[in-house]
């Protein structure tokens, strides 16, 4: 609407009302999980509404569904995050990858200085076990076996995913090593 359409207070009120019942509108559309801010409204403007109704920007439009690269990514993420957490000994241990990393450090040490008698060795913040040689291989072959049964989840879990009419309606969240 041009400046000069704006003759009397009457003319300025009638814009105002009709806008903000375009917001009004629009706030209600989104908080119903719909499409999209009216058309004509500015970016800054509804960026602001987004923030003002405590979410994201730019919330312009209503998200796709996850199609099925988006699903083997998700399920990528969480098989790392299953894989980095097991239970050993009764204790929920560190990560496994760096776990891993220590014993694997510890065996080729041993081998070139075979360590004298038990070792400490940490599973968690104020969890210590003194272990022989074995026992540290025997943890090793644990994590190992952790992070292989991970990716076998994660296998037969694409397999369903990329079969699926929807790769969404697969769950993926259930049925990982502890």
């Given amino acids: 609407m041009s400046q000069s359409a704006f003759a009397d207070r009457a003319s300025i009120n009638q814009y105002v009302g009709e806008r903000l019942n375009e917001i009004s509108d629009a706030i209600t559309s989104v908080e119903a999980d719909e ?3 009216p058309t004509g409204l500015t970016r800054g403007l509804a960026q602001a509404l987004s923030f003002a109704r405590g ?3 730019p919330l312009l439009a209503k ?4 199609n099925l690269d988006d699903c083997l ?3 990528a993420v969480l098989r790392w995050q299953k894989s980095q957490n097991f239970t050993y000994d ?7 990858d760096s776990a891993l990393a220590a014993v694997t ?3 080729v040490a041993a081998q070139i200085a075979p360590p004298e008698g038990a070792t400490v060795w940490k599973l968690a913040q104020n969890e210590f076990r003194l272990w022989s040689f074995e026992q540290v291989v025997n943890y090793g072959i644990a994590i190992r076996t952790h992070i292989q049964a991970c990716f076998d989840r994660e296998e037969s879990l694409t397999a369903l995913i990329v079969e699926a009419e929807d790769p969404a309606s697969v769950d993926i969240t259930s049925g990982w090593p502890v």
Wanted: proline share 22%; charged share 5%.
């Fill in 105 to 107: 450090g510890f065996v």
């Fill in 55 to 57: 979410a994201a920007p």
């Fill in 63 to 66: 998200p796709s569904p996850p």
């Fill in 90 to 96: 009764g204790v929920s241990s560190a990560p496994a």
């Fill in 73 to 75: 990514k998700a399920l």
């Fill in 35 to 37: 499409a999209l801010f």
